[in-house]
């Protein structure tokens, strides 16, 4: 009897095989077909040989249907490995998570440098396995990959909620399926301080607890009246963790807020801030005023709770924050004015690169590294620390030209709080709008960066952020399924020319999914419109993952059914109405009813142009956002506004001939908390040439404030060919605010006449 290992993926005939790529995510670099087929045993005779640890893992994740036995004499042995000994030097480095996997008619041979590459091997084996079971045989062929980037991250925030030891043992086994190899650990904030250290007790007894917590939309201002916590890790529940992920190949990085996100710890020991407090927990989400002081005791404070992090925690990096820290209270203290001129610093910003650099030279003679994000780049970057880009690429790239090593995670394409569908038929989100292929179409080298540069550029990391993620069912529903978007993009095999193909393969893996239980979004079968300029106004293009044969919509506000209109070409959108669709299958509803309304007016779908770009986080659609028919949504910040922080919005309309109008309208954005600002004044022109424009119309920070930022103005009868609106930004963030001395920012939606 043939008895053999593990097992492969399984089609009815090579010619099926070739039409059919492999369901792995992520695809490998190189798959090249063989001749002959193997047939998949009930049971499995292992190679003594085989690293034990990766597969014990393999048979626990795919044993519950084939029994497994380690090979004793005299046994036909079909699944060979080999582990060669690391070879020396760089190289060691580059082949490390390198492997190749054979399959002939009558084994399976796994060929690594590493048991991180064996166990590498192992994910893609369980998925081909996962695909084909039913199927029973598996086409001969040979596998070779590694990834592209080193760094292949996924971050869980357990300060604005906690999840347990389990959960988070379940989040690294999510990782370790997709080859992802960091799991970044948010472990302090101003919301909750989660991580025991023996020497300073009260910031668990303290910090890891809260009198109530916001809800719903941030707007709201609404709490739930509930204590939240006390809830932490203690540290043999932190090194069961850690173990845990070293078992799976994946180092866990921990984060440790400072200087700002502090208000946790500060509650705890309130004599680390620049003022006596009283301070608590912070119950709403956003940024805060009172931040850590850069005086001795802080210091001290900070580098006794650093020795018991890093005594947790082998990774070669400490994430030590860094970001959205106020400079307010370190301007109002005497203290840190002082600092600012004993060290000759030109600002604050220069005291919060002294921070930086003094932390990160205590952290370095450990024998470990910094990384944080992108903020810590003001003032100067510290000598050895890697920064961290989630405010868009420039961080990156600034880090990168300076021969600093950088991981990127815009927030435009890797923050998974943010919505990844429609809003109205999505659980409430923190914003944005990030779908699935806006994921897989992300490249983390910048383009202006040269080959020399690119090396700086470690790999990706995705951002799962808990503000609006109450438990680990929606954990596994705001990653699933863009995390594998983000594995193969980490991987370096994703082709945003063949997203569909990419979407097959991520259909089939819900099968796998949902046989795990976890409950994962399948906004991918709904609807999603797209508005096209067409014939002097706009168009709404409709689309689904399915057959675009079974997309029905209306256009009078009633749902659709499957006796509505068929969609076949971009619908024209005249006048103001709302467009509906569905996608039905078999004379069934399958997806959720997407529903879009169209405000039209003369500017509607006109050629715009724009002085200063957007932020890449809140760009999406570019200046055709403000034409587009489309009255901002307040949930959907990155995809119904443009935002623009620290700058001026100039808007350049031509309506093609000249317009009579009487009337403009635009509306900008109120929320404090996330530094959005109303815009502090506008200016209306009008021209026939595009070079000498007419003021019109002013529009003072008073009348905006009145209105709330929904500005709707006459502007008496017009008849011209350019309309030029420009909103100015609030600029500096006052004393007072959240985010103060910070770079505002401005959101703006349509801007439309009548």
Same mark, same amino acid.
């Given at each position: 009897?043939?008895?053999?290992?593990?097992?492969?993926?399984?089609?009815?005939?090579?010619?099926?095989?070739?039409?059919?790529?492999?369901?792995?995510?992520?695809?490998?670099?190189?798959?090249?077909?063989?001749?002959?087929?193997?047939?998949?045993?009930?049971?499995?005779?292992?190679?003594?040989?085989?690293?034990?640890?990766?597969?014990?893992?393999?048979?626990?994740?795919?044993?519950?249907?084939?029994?497994?036995?380690?090979?004793?004499?005299?046994?036909?042995?079909?699944?060979?490995?080999?582990?060669?000994?690391?070879?020396?030097?760089?190289?060691?480095?580059?082949?490390?998570?390198?492997?190749?996997?054979?399959?002939?008619?009558?084994?399976?041979?796994?060929?690594?440098?590493?048991?991180?590459?064996?166990?590498?091997?192992?994910?893609?084996?369980?998925?081909?396995?996962?695909?084909?079971?039913?199927?029973?045989?598996?086409?001969?062929?040979?596998?070779?990959?590694?990834?592209?980037?080193?760094?292949?991250?996924?971050?869980?925030?357990?300060?604005?909620?906690?999840?347990?030891?389990?959960?988070?043992?379940?989040?690294?086994?999510?990782?370790?399926?997709?080859?992802?190899?960091?799991?970044?650990?948010?472990?302090?904030?101003?919301?909750?301080?989660?991580?025991?250290?023996?020497?300073?007790?009260?910031?668990?007894?303290?910090?890891?607890?809260?009198?109530?917590?916001?809800?719903?939309?941030?707007?709201?201002?609404?709490?739930?009246?509930?204590?939240?916590?006390?809830?932490?890790?203690?540290?043999?529940?932190?090194?069961?963790?850690?173990?845990?992920?070293?078992? $799976?190949? +994946?180092?866990?990085?921990? @984060? %440790?807020?400072?200087? !700002?996100? &502090?208000?946790? /710890?500060?509650?705890?020991?309130?004599?680390?801030?620049?003022?006596?407090?009283?301070?608590?927990?912070?119950?709403?989400?956003?940024?805060?005023?009172?931040?850590?002081?850069?005086?001795?005791?802080?210091?001290?404070?900070?580098?006794?709770?650093?020795?018991?992090?890093?005594?947790?925690?082998?990774?070669?990096?400490?994430?030590?924050?860094?970001?959205?820290?106020?400079?307010?209270?370190?301007?109002?203290?005497?203290?840190?004015?002082?600092?600012?001129?004993?060290?000759?610093?030109?600002?604050?910003?220069?005291?919060?690169?002294?921070?930086?650099?003094?932390?990160?030279?205590?952290?370095?003679?450990?024998? $470990?590294? +910094?990384?944080?994000?992108? @903020? %810590?780049?003001?003032? !100067?970057? &510290?000598?050895? /620390?890697?920064?961290?880009?989630?405010?868009?690429?420039?961080?990156?790239?600034?880090?990168?030209?300076?021969?600093?090593?950088?991981?990127?995670?815009?927030?435009?394409?890797?923050?998974?709080?943010?919505?990844?569908?429609?809003?109205?038929?999505?659980?409430?989100?923190?914003?944005?709008?990030?779908?699935?292929?806006?994921?897989?179409?992300?490249?983390?080298?910048?383009?202006?960066?040269?080959?020399?540069?690119?090396?700086?550029?470690?790999?990706?990391?995705?951002?799962?952020?808990?503000?609006?993620?109450?438990?680990?069912?929606?954990?596994?529903?705001?990653?699933?399924?863009?995390?594998?978007?983000?594995?193969?993009?980490?991987?370096?095999?994703?082709?945003?020319?063949?997203?569909?193909?990419?979407?097959?393969?991520?259909?089939?893996?819900?099968?796998?999914?949902?046989?795990?239980?976890?409950?994962?979004?399948?906004?991918?079968?709904?609807?999603?419109?797209?508005?096209?300029?067409?014939?002097?106004?706009?168009?709404?293009?409709?689309?689904?993952?399915?057959?675009?044969?079974?997309?029905?919509?209306?256009?009078?506000?009633?749902?659709?059914?499957?006796?509505?209109?068929?969609?076949?070409?971009?619908?024209?959108?005249?006048?103001?109405?709302?467009?509906?669709?569905?996608?039905?299958?078999?004379?069934?509803?399958?997806?959720?009813?997407?529903?879009?309304?169209?405000?039209?007016?003369?500017?509607?779908?006109?050629?715009?142009?724009?002085?200063?770009?957007?932020?890449?986080?809140?760009?999406?659609?570019?200046?055709?956002?403000?034409?587009?028919?489309?009255?901002?949504?307040?949930?959907?910040?990155?995809?119904?506004?443009?935002?623009?922080?620290?700058?001026?919005?100039?808007?350049?309309?031509?309506?093609?001939?000249?317009?009579?109008?009487?009337?403009?309208?635009?509306?900008?954005?109120?929320?404090?908390?996330?530094?959005?600002?109303?815009?502090?004044?506008?200016?209306?022109?009008?021209?026939?040439?595009?070079?000498?424009?007419?003021?019109?119309?002013?529009?003072?920070?008073?009348?905006?404030?009145?209105?709330?930022?929904?500005?709707?103005?006459?502007?008496?009868?017009?008849?011209?060919?350019?309309?030029?609106?420009?909103?100015?930004?609030?600029?500096?963030?006052?004393?007072?605010?959240?985010?103060?001395?910070?770079?505002?920012?401005?959101?703006?939606?349509?801007?439309?006449?009548?």
């Amino acid at each position: 009897m043939i008895r053999t290992f593990l097992v492969f993926f399984v089609l009815i005939s090579n010619v099926i095989f070739a039409q059919n790529k492999l369901n792995v995510i992520p695809y490998p670099q190189k798959v090249q077909l063989l001749q002959g087929e193997f047939l998949i045993p009930k049971s499995f005779v292992l190679n003594g040989n085989l690293p034990k640890e990766e597969t014990d893992y393999f048979k626990k994740r795919i044993g519950s249907q084939l029994k497994f036995q380690y090979a004793q004499k005299g046994d036909d042995i079909h699944l060979t490995n080999s582990i060669i000994s690391p070879v020396s030097g760089g190289e060691a480095e580059q082949k490390k998570e390198y492997y190749s996997i054979e399959i002939s008619p009558k084994q399976i041979h796994i060929k690594s440098y590493t048991k991180q590459g064996y166990f590498l091997a192992l994910q893609t084996l369980a998925q081909i396995f996962e695909q084909y079971k039913e199927v029973g045989k598996i086409p001969a062929m040979k596998i070779e990959d590694q990834p592209k980037f080193a760094w292949r991250g996924m971050h869980l925030d357990v300060s604005r909620h906690f999840f347990t030891v389990d959960e988070v043992k379940q989040y690294i086994d999510y990782l370790a399926m997709y080859k992802l190899n960091i799991f970044h650990w948010h472990l302090t904030d101003d919301q909750g301080w989660r991580i025991e250290i023996k020497k300073y007790p009260k910031l668990t007894q303290i910090g890891s607890k809260r009198k109530e917590s916001m809800i719903g939309a941030y707007v709201d201002h609404t709490f739930d009246g509930k204590p939240y916590g006390p809830y932490f890790y203690t540290q043999e529940q932190i090194k069961d963790v850690v173990k845990y992920a070293q078992d $799976r190949h +994946i180092t866990v990085v921990p @984060e %440790i807020e400072m200087p !700002g996100h &502090a208000l946790a /710890a500060l509650s705890a020991y309130p004599e680390l801030a620049c003022t006596k407090g009283p301070f608590e927990p912070a119950t709403k989400w956003g940024v805060f005023d009172d931040v850590f002081c850069p005086k001795d005791e802080t210091f001290a404070f900070l580098e006794n709770v650093l020795d018991e992090v890093i005594k947790l925690f082998p990774s070669r990096y400490i994430h030590i924050g860094g970001d959205e820290c106020p400079k307010t209270r370190w301007k109002e203290c005497a203290h840190c004015q002082e600092l600012i001129k004993k060290n000759n610093l030109k600002d604050e910003h220069g005291l919060q690169s002294y921070f930086i650099h003094r932390i990160e030279k205590y952290v370095n003679s450990k024998g $470990r590294k +910094i990384i944080g994000w992108d @903020e %810590i780049l003001e003032g !100067g970057l &510290a000598p050895n /620390a890697a920064v961290m880009s989630w405010t868009g690429v420039n961080g990156g790239i600034e880090a990168a030209k300076s021969k600093h090593f950088a991981v990127m995670t815009p927030g435009s394409f890797c923050y998974f709080d943010h919505y990844q569908g429609d809003p109205q038929s999505e659980p409430n989100a923190f914003g944005g709008f990030t779908p699935l292929e806006k994921v897989y179409s992300y490249n983390p080298v910048p383009s202006e960066l040269n080959a020399e540069q690119a090396q700086y550029i470690m790999g990706v990391q995705a951002n799962l952020w808990t503000e609006y993620i109450l438990d680990f069912k929606q954990v596994q529903y705001m990653i699933f399924p863009r995390l594998m978007a983000l594995s193969e993009v980490g991987w370096g095999t994703s082709d945003p020319k063949n997203y569909k193909e990419f979407e097959n393969r991520v259909i089939s893996q819900f099968k796998v999914l949902d046989d795990m239980k976890v409950n994962y979004a399948r906004s991918i079968y709904n609807i999603t419109g797209k508005v096209i300029p067409s014939n002097n106004g706009i168009a709404y293009e409709l689309s689904t993952s399915q057959n675009p044969n079974g997309i029905r919509y209306t256009l009078d506000g009633t749902n659709p059914s499957i006796h509505s209109e068929k969609y076949q070409n971009a619908v024209q959108i005249p006048n103001s109405l709302t467009v509906k669709s569905a996608y039905f299958q078999d004379g069934q509803l399958k997806s959720a009813v997407s529903s879009q309304q169209f405000i039209i007016s003369k500017t509607t779908g006109k050629n715009i142009t724009l002085e200063q770009q957007p932020s890449e986080n809140y760009s999406f659609g570019g200046a055709f956002t403000l034409v587009d028919g489309i009255i901002g949504n307040v949930k959907q910040l990155g995809k119904t506004w443009l935002g623009f922080q620290g700058k001026d919005v100039v808007a350049t309309i031509d309506f093609g001939q000249k317009t009579a109008f009487s009337e403009v309208y635009f509306n900008t954005l109120e929320n404090k908390g996330s530094w959005i600002h109303l815009a502090k004044s506008a200016k209306i022109f009008v021209s026939d040439d595009n070079k000498n424009f007419k003021l019109i119309k002013e529009i003072e920070t008073s009348e905006i404030q009145k209105a709330n930022g929904k500005i709707k103005v006459n502007v008496g009868t017009q008849n011209a060919k350019y309309l030029k609106v420009t909103i100015e930004n609030a600029g500096i963030i006052p004393a007072g605010n959240p985010g103060a001395d910070s770079k505002a920012w401005l959101f703006v939606d349509e801007i439309g006449v009548n």
